[in-house]
């Protein structure tokens, strides 16, 4: 069964940055496309970006030219790389397949505020 490990998160002042890493043990991780989601109080999870097995990434456009997202393979981990915070990207962050499989992490708490 896949588990997947999100850590990196914190509170940052707008503009600020921040860089998430998730971990995924007990699969193929290099087999899959994967993708940063998330979810702000009160809403629902929504998918932020995504990257597939060969490196191909693409992006909503409400992070568009902020956000990175890259993995190595090699150590079963992608990241993503987060620049010019806005508070509206206050959310739990949570990795996963895409589309998504399985089980759920816990998620990393990000929260924009000065």
């Known amino acids: 069964q896949v588990q997947l490990v999100e850590s990196g998160g914190g509170l940052v002042q707008p503009g600020g940055s921040l860089r998430l890493s998730c971990v995924a043990s007990?699969?193929?991780?290099?087999?899959?496309?994967m993708g940063w989601y998330r979810q702000a109080p009160g809403k629902q999870r929504e998918l932020v970006t995504t990257i597939t097995r060969g490196g191909r990434t693409n992006y909503a456009d409400f992070v568009k030219g902020r956000f990175t997202i890259s993995r190595v393979n090699a150590k079963n981990t992608v990241y993503l790389q987060m620049s010019s915070l806005k508070p509206e990207d206050t959310a739990v962050y949570y990795c996963?397949?895409?589309?998504?499989?399985?089980?759920w992490g816990q998620g990393t708490q990000v929260t924009v505020s000065s």
């Open positions: 996963n397949a895409w589309p998504p499989s399985g089980s």
């Open positions: 007990g699969s193929i991780f290099s087999m899959y496309d």
